[in-house]
C-alpha cells in the first residue's frame, strides 16, 4: 500500500495506491497514519480508492478504526472513488451505512462544505 | 507578541479581571448605567415632593394602582416595539420620548394643576422601568456569562455611582421644594445617554455580535405580523418553567423587602432618640447605605461570583437576610438590629442580587428571552411591590408584634432561597442546552449498525485469490454456522459469478462450478450442518485430517501458504469434537498472517488458554494485532485475569500493554473497567493516555458500568498539574528560556482531552462531552459557554483546578494563575 496527499482547503485528500491488507502491511498500517494526521489538527479527511484494487478483513478493519479515530475528534473521514465490486461488498456488508462514499471527487470535498 | 497593555487596562484590572480590547464596551456601559441612575434619582426626588405637595400621601395607593395599569401597557407596547425596531432604535426612540415628556412636564408644571403630579408619578415610574430594563437587554446583547461575571462589577458599580451623585446634585441645586428646573438638568443626561447609546451601537457594528442592534430582532425576522404584547410576554413566561422560576424568586424577594422596609421603619419609628432628627437621619443613612452599595459592586460583587458561583453567590443575599431577621425574632428590637437588616437588604439587593439575577438571562435565547425580560422587570417588579404592601397589610390586620412579623418574613425567604436554589439548577440545564452537541462517539454508532464478526468473514470469503476451494467452502459453511449466510451475500457472490469482469472472485466458481444456488438452504441447511458435523466426529476423518495438517506444517515451501491455511481454519470448526493442541501452536507460530490469523481464530474458538501466551505476543505485530484482539475477544471475560497479570508484567513491551489495555476496553465488563482504573490509579505516564481512552470507551459505549470516582479524581489531579507544567514550559518557550523538547502542543491538546475525559467519568458524561466539543471547536461563545456550563456542574475544588487551565487570558495572568494553582495542587 503506497500513499500520497494532497490538501485543498483544509480537506486531506489521500491517494491510496495498491491492497490494504495484512499480508501487505508497511511499517505503518492506514490507522496509524491516520492517527498522526489527527494529531496533526487534520479533521476532514478523503480516501481516495481509485487505485486500490482490493481489502481484506484487515483492511476493512483499518478502514473503520480510522473512521472512528476521526469522528471521535470531531472530524469525518470519506470515501471517494472505490471500484464498483467493492462497493458492492460495502453494500452487502452495509458498510454503506455507516461510510460515507462519493463517486465523484469534487462532490465529495463540496460535501465537507455543507456540513 | 502580545502588546503591552494600556494604562487604562492596568487601572481598570485593579477592578474587576478585565481582558485587553474589553475597556471600551465596559466603560460605556458604565457611563450608560450612571447617566440613566443619575437622571431618575433627579427625576424620583421630585415625583415624591410633587405627589405630597399636591395630592398627599393619602392619594399614593391611587399612583400605585396606575403605575401598574400603566406598566402593563408599557410593555405591550415595548414588546410590540421590540419586535419591529432594531435595539438601537428603541432605545433611541425611547430616551428621545423621555426627554420631550420631561419638557412638557416642566412646562405643564407651570400651570399648577394638582393631578398633574400624579400623572407625573406615574411616568416616573413608566420611566424607571423602561430605561433600566434596556440597559440590562443591552448587556444581554453584547456579554457572555463569562464576561458579565467577570465585568459586572464595574459597569454595575455605575447605576449606583449615578444614584449618588444624581440625588446629591439635587440636593444642591434644588432652589424651592418642588423645583422642576432639575427635570432640564436630567434631559441633559438624558442626552448624554443617547451619545453614549450611539457609541455603544459603533462598537456593535465593529465586532457584528448582535446584528439586530441595527437590524430587528432575531424573533421578529419570522414574521412581521406576529402578535407580540403583553399577552404574549406573558405566555412566554407562564410557558417556560425557567422563566416561572425566575418570576417566583423576584416576586419572593420583592414581597420580602417590603416586609422588610415595615420592620425597618417600625423599629426607627419607636427609638426615642431620633425623635426631630429623622429626616437628616435617613439623609445620612440612605447616602450611607449607597456607598456601601458601590463598594460592594466594585470590588466584590465580579470577585465573589467568579470564586463562588452563581448559586453559592444567589443564596448571599436571602442567607444574610435570616440570619439578621432572626437575631430581630430573637433578641430585644434595637436601632442598631434595623439598620443591620435595612442595610443589608439595599447593598446586597442592588448588587450582588441583582447582578447574579440579570446574569440567569444570558444564556436563554433571544427569542424569548425578552419577551419574558420585560414582563418580569417592567410589570411583575411593580405587581409583586403591590402583592407585598397587600400582603402586609392583611398582616397587620391581626396586629402582630415585630417578631411575628420577622418570623413570616423568614419563612418567605425560605420558600425564596428554594426557588433560587431550582433557578440556579434550572440555570445549568440553560447553558447545557446552549450547546450544541456536535458528534457523538462513532465506535457506538459502528457497533450499532454493523455485525463486524459478518463483516470480517465475508471480506474474507470473498478474497478468492489464490485460494482453494476448499477454504472458500469452509468460509461459507462458517457463515453458515453461524447463521450469518445472508442472502445478500449469496446473491453478491452469484451475481459475481455471473459478471465476467470480476474475475478475481468468480474465478473459483466457474472452475469448479460451485454455484451458491446449490448451497442447502432453510430445513435442509440444518441437516447440511449435521452431516458435516458426524463426518468431523468420526475418528477415522480425525485421523485423515491430523495426516493433512501434519502434511501441511511440513512443507513451509513458498506457495504452499494456503493448505497450511486450511488446517488452521478447519480446527476452529471441528471443535468441539476434536482440537489437536500440538498442530494448532505451530500453526499460531506460523510466519504467515493469514495462517496466523485463522489459527488464532480457531485456538479462540476452542477456548484453549494454553495458546494465550502466543496470541497475546501477536498483539505487538500489526500485521497480526487486529486478529489476535479479535481473538482474545472471543475467549471473553475468563482471561481477564491472564490479561491482569501481562498488564502487571515490567518485562512486556509497552505496544503489547497498550493493545491489552485495547482489548480489556472492548469487553467492557465491570471487572475489565476496574482493572483498567486500577492501572490507572499506577504511575505510568505512558500508559496513561491509553488508558484514559479505554475507560472512556467503556464509559460512552456501557453507560451501566461505574468507573470508581476517587482514582478519576486523584488522576484528574495529577494531569492537572502536568499540565500545568506544560503550559508553564510552553509559555517558557515564548518568553525566550529553554525550549520544550517533542511537539509540547500536541501534549497539551493530548492532556486537555483527558482532563475532560476524566470529569467525564465524575460528573454526567454528557454534559462534559458537549463542553469538551464546544470547548474545542466551537466559536468564542460557544467556548464561554462551554466553561460555563463547568462552571455550574463541577464541585468548588475541581472548578477551581479545571478552569483556570481553560479561560482565554493573556499570557501573564496565565501565568500567574498557573503558579498558584501549582502551589495549591501541591498541597496535600
Redesign the interface.
Known sequence: MKITTREINDILIVDIEGEI???D?TDL?LH?WIKQQL?RGKRKILLNFEKVE????????EI??S??S???L?GKLKLVRISR?LY??F?????T??LEIFDDEQVALESFFKE | MTAEPSRLHRFLSHLVEIKPGEERITLLLFFYFFLITAAYSIIKSLRVASYLESLGADKLPLAYFLTAVSIGLVVAVHAKLQARLSRLNLIILSLSFFILTAVLFWFLFSFQWAWLSLAYYVWANIFLAVVITQFWIVVNDIFDPRETKRLVGLFGSGGILGGILGGEATGLMARASVDTRLLFLACGFLLLTIVVVYLIADWQKRVAKTPFWVSTEPASQKGKNERVGFRDCLQTVVRHRYFRLLAGGIALSLIVSTFIDWQFSKVVEGTASLENRLTSFFGHFNAGLLVLAFLIQIFLTSRFVQKFGIRFSFLIYPSTLIAVLTGLAVLPASLLMALTLKASDKSLSYTLNQSVRELLYIPVSPEIKYKAKIFIDMFLNRFARGLGGILLMALLSFNPDLRFISLVTILLILGWMAVNLQVTREYATVVRNKLKKKWDRADKMVAEQLDLDYLKLAFDTLDTRGRSRELLAMDIFDLMKQQKLRPEFKELLTSSLSESGVSSLGTLFEEEALALSEWPAGESEDLFKKEVDEIFALENYQGLIREYIRRALADKKPGKEITRMEAAKIIGLMKPRWVPAEELAELLEDESPEVSRLAMDSAARCGQKEHLAVIIRKLKNPATREDAAAALLTFGSKITGTLSDYLEDEELDLETKKSIIDVLSRMGTQEATDLLALELQKNQPELDGELIEALDRIHHLKPGISIPVEISRKKLKEEIERHCQLLLAMLGVRHGQVPLEGEPEKELARSQSDIFKLLGFIYPGDDISRAWQNFRSGTKESRAYALELLDNILIKSDREWVLPLLEDLPPSDRLKRIRTLLDELGKP
Do not use: C, H, P, W
Open positions: 491488507r495484512r499480508s502491511i498500517t496509524q494529531e482490493f481489502i481484506d478483513s484487515f483492511g476493512v478493519g473503520l478504526a473512521y472512528i476521526t469522528n471521535n470531531g465490486k458492492l461488498i453494500q452487502v456488508t452495509m458498510l451505512r455507516v
